[in-house]
């Protein structure tokens, strides 16, 4: 069965240094789609990024790189450049191969960035 | 574009009521989903939908029903409220030929009381 894990429940960095997010998944499906999503204290979704399971470069936007490690398959967001305003939940999801596209979501991480 | 919207915002049910939350979006979009979040917690599916006239089972289905007959709505039904059912409740939507991520609406916080 297709699962996502975010071991790290919480992360403190240091503001404009670099942190790094983990993430693995368990799938048998060949084709998949990894993604990470940020939920600020206010509740909305926020997407962040997008790996494709037959991606060869790691995906990256702006202060966002996502480590694809596809034969351990991990999924690790990478943040650079810390700011206060990366405060918040990030969630790992994964969505299945074509046919049903669902959507499978990881527990969490908070992350907490210090002044 | 308004995107996904939700209504209602915030509600309050006692135990026993019924209610529908109601999803629409405007993106064309064929895939539409419900989740539920509940505090501390990930996302987990309850329904989804691949077309007008199309749903299927998630993860946490018991207690809710759904119904896709355009492709622009995809309402959840409560019935029989429970206080288990105290979530944060997401609709969210995705078109295969489109953009790699899903939209999410801004949800709809649940209290059974």
């Known amino acids: 069965a297709q699962k996502i894990t975010q071991t790290q429940p919480g992360m403190f960095v240091q503001e404009k240094e670099a942190v790094t997010l983990d993430c693995t998944y368990d799938?048998?499906?060949?084709?998949?789609?990894l993604f990470w999503y940020k939920q600020p204290s206010s509740g909305e979704m926020i997407f962040l990024i997008y790996?494709?399971?037959?991606?060869?470069q790691n995906a990256t936007e702006g202060r966002y790189s996502l480590n694809f490690q596809k034969a351990r398959k991990s999924a690790n967001l990478v943040i650079s450049a810390s700011q206060l305003g990366d405060s918040a939940m990030y969630f790992c999801a994964m969505r299945e191969g074509r046919g049903t596209y669902k959507y499978i979501f990881g527990t969490g991480t908070r992350l907490k960035v210090l002044a | 574009n308004a995107g996904v919207t939700q209504t209602p915002k915030f509600r309050i049910l006692k135990i026993g009521q019924s209610m529908t939350l109601q999803c629409t979006q405007d993106m064309n979009h064929n895939y539409m989903y419900w989740y539920r979040q509940d505090p501390g917690m990930g996302l987990k599916l309850i329904y989804y939908s691949v077309g007008a006239g199309i749903t299927d089972k998630g993860e946490v289905p018991n207690g809710y029903n759904v119904s896709r007959s355009t492709t622009e709505d995809f309402p959840l039904r409560l019935e029989l409220a429970a206080p288990s059912q105290t979530s944060v409740y997401f609709c969210?939507?995705?078109?295969?030929?489109?953009?790699?991520?899903?939209?999410f609406g801004p949800g709809t916080r649940l209290t059974v009381t």
């Open positions: 799938t048998s499906d060949q084709s998949y789609g």
């Open positions: 969210a939507s995705w078109r295969a030929s489109g953009a790699y991520e899903q939209y």
């Open positions: 790996q494709g399971s037959y991606d060869e």
